[in-house]
């Protein structure tokens, strides 16, 4: 049957589009007029017109996604950190979209609350603070006290509320899939992102179900019982819907508070989140595809034990046996194994090369090398944001012989953001580490003894689970 969109629909879709729109031709005249003005410039002025090109078209796009909640600004955060590539202006303005969203009222937050539950905010908190204490992409935060019904006493909580019309927007955005692959195509120019927009379309449809998000939330919160360095804040149902998550409220600091410690410190937080991401991964099958710092909470009290709370469970991707058997055949040929042909095969029954692709072997282990060179060999790594960016701009490169037969099926979408995000971060860390190491502790297929401080702490955790 046919959708047809009511008028407010169609006039708020009508709305969306105008906006990029006029984004799209506010950006094209910057260029344009940058341009004229170049042609009798110097060599020195040149570069200052064009830095001042990249500071008007960072603020327009900052402003325009900050403004319009929903999937468009959610991909502009996405962006913010994603590739130290971008002109540095611009992923700087992007980066203000990761916590400084326009926040929405007080009555208005209420409101939500009290549609959700059929009871005003006073007689469902003992507490309420009408200002948010963080806003993104669809809800914003408040903090609040309850009475907690497990243990009748009082707890502070976070409670998530999410937008009104958020919901209608997003569809309004995901709707359009040439909008988003145009706006994904900004920062990697000509990748083919259709499989990648197919994904990112369904799991940012699911992440507006906060019911989905709470249990998500609560499944991570249950895996991490007790954890030396994970942390995920319990989930209090009888106050959560399909709109609004209340979870226990997480103090700390923040990553850019994080970034202002030694270097020593910075270590051991890149190896709580590596090992976070593929434990959680390899062990749980699962993992967060959004890694956004703004996520992470930093809990630095004591240098010599860094503790993370990890935050937004809306995006979440769950993987089969069957795609981590895929994703592990692959480790196993290409870091474990070094096994070319292998891993040539792995990659062609899984749609991720042409299986006639006339490039050679050789060729290809070259290219996805680049993906592994972190833990192929035993060795300390040290992270740089110019690495971290030079993968991205690797796996994007259209015009290499292997990028013009490769594809990325939709149980890679994630996995890619994953480790790409996972990168951006330990790069902006500049993490030192011997990752070869702590991965083979991660990796089922070799379950190695711990290397570490942090793998002793948690093999100690793994004892008791057992």
């Avoid at 900050?66 to 950190?81: E, H, V």
């Avoid at 899984?350 to 972190?374: E, M, N, R, W």
Wanted: proline fraction near 5%.
């Amino acid at each position: 049957m046919a959708r047809h969109d009511s008028p407010l629909s169609s006039r708020r879709r009508l709305g969306r589009n105008a906006e990029i729109a006029k984004l799209g031709v506010k950006v094209g005249t910057n260029y344009a007029t940058t341009a004229a003005k170049k042609l009798f410039a110097s060599a020195e002025r040149r570069e200052a017109l064009d830095h001042s090109r990249e500071m008007k078209n960072a603020a327009e796009i900052a402003e325009r996604l900050g403004n319009m909640k929903g999937a468009l600004m959610k991909l502009g955060q996405m962006a913010s950190y994603l590739d130290h590539g971008l002109p540095e202006p611009l992923r700087l303005a992007l980066a203000e979209l990761q916590n400084n969203a326009p926040p929405m009222s007080g009555e208005l937050a209420r409101r939500v609350i009290e549609e959700e539950f059929g009871a005003p905010v006073d007689q469902l908190f003992v507490e309420w603070d009408d200002e948010p204490i963080a806003s993104a992409s669809i809800g914003q935060v408040h903090r609040a006290i309850i009475v907690d019904p497990e243990s009748n006493e009082h707890r502070a909580v976070a409670v998530k509320v999410q937008y009104p019309g958020v919901a209608d927007a997003i569809a309004a955005d995901l709707r359009n899939a040439d909008l988003l692959g145009a706006v994904l195509a900004f920062g990697f120019k000509a990748f083919e992102p259709d499989e990648m927009v197919a994904e990112i379309k369904e799991r940012l449809a699911e992440e507006l179900d906060y019911s989905r998000e709470a249990k998500n939330q609560q499944e991570f919160a249950d895996f991490y019982t007790n954890h030396p360095f994970v942390n995920v804040p319990r989930v209090h149902t009888h106050l959560s819907s399909a709109r609004v998550i209340t979870s226990d409220l997480v103090t700390g600091s923040s990553w850019a508070e994080l970034m202002e410690q030694p270097q020593d410190v910075r270590d051991r937080a890149a190896e709580a989140i590596f090992r976070y991401v593929f434990r959680s991964l390899y062990r749980f099958r699962a993992f967060n595809g959004d890694p956004h710092p703004g996520n992470y909470i930093f809990h630095l009290d004591d240098p010599d034990n860094v503790r993370i709370t990890f935050l937004d469970y809306g995006l979440v991707k769950h993987f089969t046996e069957d795609e981590m058997t895929v994703f592990k055949n692959m480790i196993s040929a290409a870091a474990i194994n070094h096994d070319v042909d292998a891993f040539r095969r792995i990659i062609e029954d899984a749609g991720l090369l042409k299986a006639d692709a006339p490039v050679t072997t050789d060729q290809i282990g070259d290219y996805f090398s680049h993906f592994y060179a972190p833990v192929r060999e035993s060795h300390v790594m040290h992270w740089t944001p110019e690495y971290s960016s030079s993968i991205v701009r690797h796996t994007f490169d259209r015009s290499s012989p292997i990028a013009n037969y490769a594809s990325v099926p939709r149980a890679f979408v994630f996995i890619q953001r994953i480790n790409l995000g996972l990168y951006a971060l330990l790069g902006e860390l500049r993490a030192r580490g011997n990752y070869r190491r702590i991965a083979e502790e991660l990796w089922p297929m070799v379950n190695a003894a711990p290397s570490t401080p942090l793998g002793e702490a948690e093999a100690t955790w793994l004892a008791t689970r057992r």
